[in-house]
């Protein structure tokens, strides 16, 4: 229990402070150069968020494969549940939202 205080306590104040420090130009992706605060919860936040989704679009792909075989509709579905996240966690320049 104790634990779980602490961690929740940790998000709050990394987001409080991420999204305080993080320019409204820098969340739009209107901003050429990322402040500081974008990289850090991109580090911090998204990317691991990212590779969760991923990995977890990846299972979904593998369980949907029957259907979308059948519908032939394989290309679409990698594109949207391990193409798109993949993307988004790797390909994706830092601190670019």
Known sequence: MK??????????????LTFNSVSLAAILGTSSTPSAGAVVSDVLVLR??????????????VVSLPVTLA???VDR??????????????????GQM
């Open 48 to 61: 691991p968020l990212g590779f969760a989704g991923t990995i977890l679009g990846g299972a979904a792909f």
């Open 77 to 94: 579905a990698e594109r949207l549940l391990v193409q798109e996240p993949y993307d988004y966690t790797f390909e994706r320049p830092l």
């Open 71 to 73: 519908t032939h509709k």
């Open 3 to 16: 634990m779980k205080k602490i961690m929740s306590i940790f998000v709050a104040a990394l987001l409080i």
